[in-house]
C-alpha cells in the first residue's frame, strides 16, 4: 500500500504541470527594441530569469556558462523552447525567439515569426531594413531600440518579400560567424 500514495502524488504533480503549461502556452510576449514585456535589457539575471519562469514555467535547459561567447559580450544564457536569453556579467544583454512558435511572440507592432518580410515591410514601412549578410537578415529602429532578426530561406540574394520571418532578436544574441 505504500505505492499508492506515491502514485496519487505523481498524477498530482504531473497534472500541476500539464495545468501550468496550458496556461503558459497562452501567453503572449511582446518584443520591443529593449526587451518583452516586464524583462528589459539590463535586468539583473536572478530578476529576468524568476519572471520568465513565473510567466512560463520552468525553462528548456538550465543556465549556463558560455565561455566560447565571452568575446561576443555573452557569458551566460537559458532556453525556453525556441525563446533564449542571453546574460553578460549577471545582467541581461540579449532575447531570441525562433525558430520555432513557442512561446507565443509578436513585436508591438504584431510582427509574428513565420510572417513574410512583406507583412512586416507593411508593419514597418521605412523603418525597416534588410540586408544580404548572414544569408539574409531584417532590422527595425524603434523609439527604444533595434529589433531584428534571420530571414529563411537563408540565402546570399537580396531578400524577397516572400522570405519569412526566421527569428526576432533584441540586443547581443551572440558571435554573428556562429549565427545561421
Known amino acids: 500500500m505504500r505505492t499508492r500514495p506515491l502514485i496519487v502524488v505523481v498524477a498530482l504533480l504531473l497534472a500541476s504541470n500539464v495545468a501550468a503549461s496550458t496556461a503558459h502556452a497562452s ?78 511572440v509578436r513585436t508591438a507592432a504584431g510582427l509574428r515569426l513565420g510572417n513574410t518580410l512583406g507583412r512586416a515591410r507593411s508593419l514597418y514601412g521605412r523603418k525597416l531594413t534588410t540586408s544580404t549578410s548572414q544569408g539574409g537578415a531584417w532590422f527595425v529602429a524603434t523609439p527604444v531600440g533595434r529589433i531584428e532578426g534571420f530571414l529563411n530561406p537563408s540565402t546570399a540574394r537580396t531578400p524577397t518579400s516572400s522570405a519569412r520571418i526566421w527569428t526576432i532578436d533584441v540586443g547581443v544574441v551572440g558571435c554573428p560567424a556562429l549565427s545561421p
Open 27 to 104: 501567453t503572449t510576449l511582446i518584443v520591443s527594441g529593449n526587451g518583452i514585456n516586464d524583462v528589459h535589457l539590463r535586468a539583473s539575471e536572478s530578476a529576468t530569469v524568476a519572471t520568465v519562469t513565473r510567466v512560463l514555467g520552468r525553462p528548456s535547459t538550465k543556465l549556463a556558462a558560455t565561455p566560447m561567447l565571452t568575446l561576443c559580450g555573452v557569458s551566460a544564457t537559458i532556453r525556453w523552447s525556441s525563446m533564449d536569453l542571453f546574460f553578460n556579467h549577471q545582467r541581461l544583454v540579449g532575447i531570441s525567439f525562433g525558430p520555432g512558435h513557442s512561446p507565443n
